[in-house]
C-alpha cells in the first residue's frame, strides 16, 4: 500500500487515468503513454522504470498500422501509433520522431461492440439533448423578452390613410415610433392614426425544460434528483442513492478496472 500511495503521488496516477477516461466522453478511445526509459520511442519499452504518465484522445493519438500476428493475444490491435507530444507540437522534435511503439501505451475504449479499439463516446447518446437545452434555456430568455413587451400596432383612423413610404410624414412617424419603442422619450406626436399597446404575455419553459432534462437524464442513466439535486436543497432520496451507487460499482467493475487500472498495474509488473 504504501508503494502505491507513493507512485500515485509521484506520477499522479489516478488523475491521468481519469483524464483518459473523461476523454472517452467525446473519443472513441484514449491511450495513456507510458513515460519508460529509451531514446526512441518507435522501440519497445524497457524494464527500467517508469518516469511520467501522459493521457491523449484519438485526434492526438492516431493509429499506424496493426499487429497481423493471429496468435498473438494482441492480434489486430495497434503496432504503434503517432502521438502528438507538445514539444512536437512546438516544433522540437521527439527522439525517434512521434511515432509511439504499442508496448508503451495503454488503449482504452468504452461502449465497444464488435471491436476491441473503438467504442462509442459517452455524449454521443446525449450531445443532441444537451443542445436542445441550449436552445430551450436560449429561446426561452429571447420568448420572454419579446413577449414582455409586444410592442404596439398603428392604424388609420376612419377616412384617413398611413402617409406615403418616404414622405416627410412617414419620416416623422417612423422616428416617433422608434424613439417610443426604444425608450428615447415615453410619448410619440402622431396624427390621423390609432395606437394599439398588443400587450403582455407570460411564458414559461418549464415544462419543456423538465421534458428534455428527464430524457437527457434517462440516457445518462443517473436519477433527476443526483444529476441536478434538488431545488430546495435537500438530499435525495435513498432509494436514488441507491441506484446511483450501483451504476458506480457497476462501472468500477466493467469499465474502470479493466479498461485503466489492471492494464497499468499489469504494465508496472
Given at each position: 500500500l504504501k508503494e502505491w500511495v507513493a507512485l500515485n503521488e509521484r506520477l499522479s496516477v489516478i488523475q491521468i487515468l481519469r483524464q483518459a477516461d473523461v476523454m472517452l466522453g467525446f473519443s472513441r478511445y484514449s491511450v495513456v503513454f507510458m513515460g519508460a526509459p529509451g531514446t526512441d520511442f518507435s522501440q519497445p519499452a524497457g524494464n527500467d522504470g517508469l518516469f511520467y504518465l501522459m493521457a491523449f484522445d484519438e485526434s492526438q493519438a492516431t493509429i499506424q498500422g496493426y499487429i497481423d500476428d493471429t496468435r498473438s493475444e494482441k492480434f489486430a490491435m495497434p503496432a504503434a501509433y503517432s502521438i502528438s507530444?507538445?514539444?512536437?507540437?512546438?516544433?522540437?522534435p521527439m527522439p525517434g520522431g512521434n511515432t509511439v511503439h504499442w508496448s508503451r501505451v495503454i488503449h482504452a475504449s468504452e461502449n465497444k461492440l464488435g471491436s476491441r479499439l473503438y467504442g462509442r463516446p459517452r455524449l454521443k447518446n446525449l450531445i443532441n439533448r444537451l443542445y436542445d437545452l441550449e436552445k430551450v434555456v436560449g429561446g426561452g430568455a429571447?420568448?420572454?423578452?419579446?413577449?414582455?413587451?409586444k410592442g404596439i400596432l398603428l392604424s388609420a383612423r376612419e377616412g384617413a390613410e398611413l402617409p406615403a413610404t418616404g414622405s416627410p410624414e412617414a419620416d416623422n412617424l417612423d422616428k416617433q415610433m422608434n424613439a417610443l419603442m426604444h425608450r428615447m422619450q415615453r410619448f410619440a406626436v402622431v396624427s390621423d392614426v390609432d395606437v394599439h399597446d398588443l400587450g403582455v404575455e407570460t411564458v414559461s419553459i418549464s415544462d419543456i425544460f423538465g421534458v428534455?432534462?428527464?430524457?437527457?437524464?434517462?440516457?445518462?442513466?443517473?436519477?433527476?434528483?443526483?444529476?441536478?439535486?434538488?431545488?430546495?436543497?435537500?438530499?435525495a432520496s435513498s432509494q436514488d442513492k441507491e441506484e446511483w451507487n450501483g451504476v458506480i460499482r457497476s462501472r468500477r467493475t466493467h469499465h474502470a478496472a479493466p479498461e485503466f487500472l489492471n492494464p497499468f498495474i499489469n504494465w508496472c509488473i
Amino acid at each position: 500500500l504504501k508503494e502505491w500511495v507513493a507512485l500515485n503521488e509521484r506520477l499522479s496516477v489516478i488523475q491521468i487515468l481519469r483524464q483518459a477516461d473523461v476523454m472517452l466522453g467525446f473519443s472513441r478511445y484514449s491511450v495513456v503513454f507510458m513515460g519508460a526509459p529509451g531514446t526512441d520511442f518507435s522501440q519497445p519499452a524497457g524494464n527500467d522504470g517508469l518516469f511520467y504518465l501522459m493521457a491523449f484522445d484519438e485526434s492526438q493519438a492516431t493509429i499506424q498500422g496493426y499487429i497481423d500476428d493471429t496468435r498473438s493475444e494482441k492480434f489486430a490491435m495497434p503496432a504503434a501509433y503517432s502521438i502528438s507530444f507538445n514539444s512536437v507540437d512546438q516544433g522540437a522534435p521527439m527522439p525517434g520522431g512521434n511515432t509511439v511503439h504499442w508496448s508503451r501505451v495503454i488503449h482504452a475504449s468504452e461502449n465497444k461492440l464488435g471491436s476491441r479499439l473503438y467504442g462509442r463516446p459517452r455524449l454521443k447518446n446525449l450531445i443532441n439533448r444537451l443542445y436542445d437545452l441550449e436552445k430551450v434555456v436560449g429561446g426561452g430568455a429571447e420568448a420572454a423578452w419579446l413577449a414582455v413587451y409586444k410592442g404596439i400596432l398603428l392604424s388609420a383612423r376612419e377616412g384617413a390613410e398611413l402617409p406615403a413610404t418616404g414622405s416627410p410624414e412617414a419620416d416623422n412617424l417612423d422616428k416617433q415610433m422608434n424613439a417610443l419603442m426604444h425608450r428615447m422619450q415615453r410619448f410619440a406626436v402622431v396624427s390621423d392614426v390609432d395606437v394599439h399597446d398588443l400587450g403582455v404575455e407570460t411564458v414559461s419553459i418549464s415544462d419543456i425544460f423538465g421534458v428534455v432534462v428527464s430524457d437527457a437524464a434517462a440516457t445518462l442513466g443517473v436519477p433527476q434528483r443526483i444529476w441536478l439535486g434538488s431545488e430546495r436543497g435537500e438530499l435525495a432520496s435513498s432509494q436514488d442513492k441507491e441506484e446511483w451507487n450501483g451504476v458506480i460499482r457497476s462501472r468500477r467493475t466493467h469499465h474502470a478496472a479493466p479498461e485503466f487500472l489492471n492494464p497499468f498495474i499489469n504494465w508496472c509488473i
